[in-house]
């Protein structure tokens, strides 16, 4: 009887661990790193930020963006970090931005650098293991894969602005558009 209650419980622990193996791996054939299938895509260059989606991602009018996210996004100019452990493309924009004073820790445990806190605010997001992992589709193109590294920064005024890209973005970039995220941002909070 203890052979075949312990056999039971060994399937049972098997099952589980076999189910959920399943469900990450399943996930990680949804999304793909960029460096992972050597196509280390730079992003295009920054024009300026978008109210509606941009002709090119294929879909109408503005992202539905969870409440907790606009509330944020009127309170800072947010900036949302899509990675995932393993994605060398994902370190290596991370390493660049830390080398370069935008952000302090690792993508677990990230912070905005001192110089942007006061007025940015930093949430980066593991596609793998955060149940927020399903927000990248939302700034991802129709029928496109989605990706990583993905940055998205965004503020919400009378309504909200943004801007996502997918693979390395350099740090001088990225310090360019939270710069103009921070001016127009203020310049619409003293109108």
């Not at 209650?5 to 959920?20: D, M, Q, T």
């Not at 730079?42 to 978008?50: C, I, L």
């Not at 539905?64 to 990675?83: A, T």
């Not at 912070?111 to 930093?122: L, T």
Request: aromatic share 14%.
């Amino acid at each position: 009887m203890k052979k075949i209650v312990a056999v039971a419980i060994a399937f049972l622990i098997f099952s589980v661990g076999f189910y959920h193996a399943y469900e990450l791996s399943e996930l990680l054939n949804k999304s793909r790193c960029l460096g992972c299938i050597a196509l280390l895509p730079k992003a295009s260059t920054f024009k300026e930020f978008w109210i509606q989606y941009p002709s090119f991602f294929h879909k109408k009018g503005s992202p539905m963006l969870p409440d907790w996210l606009l509330n944020e996004s009127k309170q800072h100019v947010v900036m949302l970090f899509f990675w995932y452990k393993g994605c060398d493309p994902c370190k290596a924009q991370w390493e660049d931005m830390v080398k370069n004073g935008i952000v302090v820790g690792s993508e677990e445990n990230g912070k905005m650098a001192p110089n942007y806190s006061k007025n940015v605010s930093i949430i980066t997001i593991d596609i793998v293991r955060s149940e927020l992992g399903n927000l990248l589709e939302i700034f991802t193109p129709a029928k496109a894969i989605p990706s990583t590294p993905t940055t998205v920064i965004l503020f919400t005024t009378n309504q909200t602005y943004w801007y996502a890209f997918s693979g390395i973005l350099d740090a001088s970039m990225v310090k360019k558009i939270i710069r103009e995220a921070i001016e127009e941002w203020y310049a619409a909070a003293r109108a």
